[in-house]
Nanobody
Framework: HVQLVESGGGSVQAGGSRRLTCETS????????VGWFRQAPGKKREGVAS??????IYADSVKGRFTISQDNPPNTVYLQMNDLKIDDTGMYYC????????????????WGQGTQVTVS
């Protein structure tokens, strides 16, 4: 079955960089859409970036600062975050979808447990 495990979160100063990693298993490389989402306290979960077939989609708030990519082996998805801002603080989740692809959480069937990013 599909499993997603995020890592790489932590505390970082504003203007700094961080790379998140999502180790995936249970599906063939690049056969699913993969996405990164985040949720700040008291706010709803929002899509940050998605990737399928080599075509990324980014939220306006992170365009030019964040980059989603994937590699194999192992089947791993990355989110490179540069020029971090305080508003980027939140729990970051990796998600996978066998069908639809985009920045809406309802498109995704599989989720990781999340990794916390705190920007100060």
């Amino acid at each position: 079955h599909v499993q997603l495990v995020e890592s790489g979160g932590g505390s970082v100063q504003a203007g700094g960089s961080r790379r998140l990693t999502c180790e995936t298993s249970g599906y063939a490389y690049m056969s699913y859409c993969v996405g990164w989402f985040r949720q700040a306290p008291g706010k709803k979960r929002e899509g940050v970036a998605s990737l399928y077939g080599g075509s990324p989609i980014y939220a306006d708030s992170v365009k030019g600062r964040f980059t989603i990519s994937q590699d194999n082996p192992p089947n791993t998805v990355y989110l490179q975050m540069n020029d971090l801002k305080i508003d980027d603080t939140g729990m970051y989740y990796c998600a996978a979808s066998p069908g639809l692809c985009g920045l809406s959480s309802s498109m995704y069937d599989y989720w990781g447990q999340g990794t916390q990013v705190t920007v100060s």
